[in-house]
């Protein structure tokens, strides 16, 4: 069994126990095409990285890390992405959506992908990082480049990374001389058995950040927004009852989960009767185990106050997503902020919206128009 042929888990108890068995299936390359971080063993350093990044192979801590690194990795980023410290960037969060808004409103249609999901996550996650927010649309294409058009353009995305990785580097050195109150210096300043934080590790971490906070997060708002641009009768309801919107947010979620994700096989190995060989990859298909019958009741049917709903659209073990509060409040917000501006919507040509290929899923072009 070779490359990314099978397994291909997609019940939900099959992947709910893949996930949890780090001992198997580790987390060293989560890409589900070849490529990230680093360079092969017959390449060049490339000369315009500094000195102390060039024999280094750089992950994204702890999404590609397992324990016991993990372990400590993963604890650095939770009391800077509790629901404590999240609540703080909700205003700052609505204040971005209603000048977007503004911007098109009086026009009667707009891109709601381009003009409107893909410019939020790139906003506040730049602000929590302490870097320029005006760069957002930088940011955007570097992420476009390193997990969706790179995955079938190796050149777009080794440049893309190389991008991000240069930045934030340069970024951290700036914040070494002049800490601020962002997660950077945050992390500059955090230490593990008494000792500081590699800024190595920081780089890694803060590349994670960057990435996994953007494209996920614009695609499941992307997706809620087409999905509402079509059912009128649920756009009704969370304008009716606005208690809804939490309940709404986990169907959307676990609807249009966006994210797919890949295991290493650590050794020899044979999962409910499938040999496999090690360093085989296993792709855990997250959105399919969403929609698993044996789990969900009408698993293809939307439930804008489903009861029940475990989904584990942002994984599952040790591996959860660490920015979920975060990526829930730009959600919740978001659609929020639309419906009170623009109520009756719908989109205006089905055919012509496109959408991402690749491990993260979600809408690139949505052209919408209203009243």
Known sequence: MEGLGEPTPHRYEDLFEIA??????????VLVAPGGPGRGEDEEPDEDF????????????????DPPIHTWARRLLLPPFSNKSIAKWEPVT?????????????NGRADAAVDYSQQIPPYIIASMLGIPKEMSGTFTEWVRGALELGLTNVDVQSEAMRNIFLFLWERIQ????????DLISYLLSSEVDGKPVEETHVLGTCFLILLAGIDTTWSSIGSALWHLAQHPEDRARLIAE????????????RAYS?????????????????P??????????????????????????????????????FGVGIHRCAGSNLARMEMRVSIEEWLK?????????????TWAGGQVRGPRTMSVVWP
Not at 20 to 29: L, V
Not at 174 to 181: I, R
Not at 283 to 296: E, H, T, V, Y
Not at 341 to 353: G, M, Q, S, T
């Open 341 to 353: 501006r623009i109520p009756e919507f719908r989109l205006e040509d089905p055919e012509a919206v």
């Open 50 to 65: 500094p000195e102390e990044l060039r024999d280094y192979e750089i992950g994204a801590p702890p999404i590609t890390s």
């Open 20 to 29: 949890q068995d780090i001992q198997h299936f580790s987390s060293k390359e």
């Open 258 to 274: 966006p994210v797919t994700m890949a295991r290493v096989v650590t050794e020899d190995y044979e999962y409910n009767g499938c």
């Open 94 to 106: 609505r204040e971005q959506c209603r000048l977007l808004i503004d911007g098109f409103i009086e």
């Open 242 to 253: 606005p208690e809804l919107i939490t309940s709404a947010v986990e169907e959307f979620l």
């Open 174 to 181: 700036e914040h070494k001389d002049h800490p601020q109150d």
């Open 276 to 313: 496999m060989s090690e360093g085989d990859k296993v792709i855990m298909n997250f959105p399919a185990a969403n929609r698993d019958p044996a789990k969900f009741k009408d698993p293809d049917k939307f439930i804008i106050d489903r009861e029940e709903n475990p989904h584990i659209a």
